[in-house]
């Protein structure tokens, strides 16, 4: 299954108040209005107040459009569910019933609902951080705490719920070991473009699963330039 790269839309940064602060100076104010917010929220919470740097090397990278994020999402809810590796997705990811049924558990308790389920087993969500975040805006910040965060709508964070950096790198790293995708390619790289493009073909497994790696490659190491840098990631 053959699919073409385009109407890219979703850019995911690291260090953008630096960067604005160096080429935008207006954009700049705006960004660190909105980091005071988050800041005042995130101590609210009993977390530290967030300092972003002035000074920080720039990350910046394309994601697959607006739907990449779905991809990675719906082998993340199977993979968790259903302890198994579905097919690679396809422009329908974002409606997958198991996903959806990912989605469904955010009104239960996290581990400890449906307890009787499966033989009794609890059902333990492991990729929250990654699938229950806004898939167009907001952000992650450099602190390890275990559930995401849920601001009211009065704060106006962008996106409406708050990530991990921390809990993300461990999120995307247990999915590249699934995938057999080494997590020291480029992201840039030729040959993880060309597995996007070719998605369902490839002479190895993360090739085949060619979005979910180009999308999960990105999220990785923009989660660890975060937590290097003290910086957020921001969805733009």
């Known amino acids: 299954m053959s699919v073409q790269l385009g109407a890219m839309g979703l850019d995911i940064e690291v260090g953008t108040l630096a960067d604005r602060l160096l080429h935008d100076e207006e954009g700049a104010q705006w960004f660190r209005a909105e980091l005071v917010v988050l800041s005042s929220y995130l101590e609210s919470c009993g977390l530290a107040a967030h300092q972003e740097p002035d000074i920080c090397p720039l990350f910046s990278l394309e994601m697959f459009g607006y739907s990449g994020l779905h991809y990675l999402r719906r082998i993340a809810a199977h993979l968790n569910l259903r302890q198994r590796l579905p097919d690679p997705g396809d422009e329908n990811a974002s409606q997958d019933a198991v996903l959806q049924e990912y989605f469904s558990l955010l009104t239960k308790p996290r581990g400890s609902f449906l307890s009787r389920l499966f033989g009794g087993s609890?059902?333990?969500?492991?990729?929250?951080?990654?699938?229950?975040?806004?898939?167009?805006?907001?952000?992650?910040?450099?602190?390890?705490?275990?559930?995401?965060?849920?601001?009211?709508?009065?704060?106006?964070?962008?996106?409406?719920?708050?990530?991990?950096?921390?809990?993300?790198?461990?999120?995307?790293?247990?999915?590249?070991?699934?995938?057999?995708?080494?997590?020291?390619?480029?992201?840039?790289?030729?040959?993880?473009?060309?597995?996007?493009?070719?998605?369902?073909?490839?002479?190895?497994?993360?090739?085949?699963?060619?979005?979910?790696?180009?999308?999960?490659?990105?999220?990785?190491?923009?989660?660890?330039?975060?937590?290097?840098?003290?910086?957020?990631?921001?969805?733009?």
Not at 129 to 136: K, M, N, R, V
Not at 191 to 216: D, F, K, M, P
């Open 122 to 236: 609890k059902i333990v969500r492991h990729y929250d951080h990654l699938i229950l975040h806004s898939d167009a805006e907001g952000f992650y910040v450099p602190q390890d705490f275990e559930s995401v965060l849920f601001p009211t709508e009065h704060l106006k964070i962008p996106g409406g719920m708050v990530g991990s950096s921390q809990q993300l790198l461990t999120e995307t790293a247990r999915l590249a070991k699934v995938l057999e995708l080494p997590l020291d390619l480029e992201p840039e790289s030729e040959e993880v473009w060309e597995a996007a493009e070719s998605q369902g073909i490839g002479n190895t497994l993360w090739q085949r699963y060619g979005i979910e790696s180009y999308t999960c490659l990105r999220l990785y190491h923009a989660a660890k330039h975060s937590i290097a840098n003290s910086a957020v990631i921001v969805f733009t």
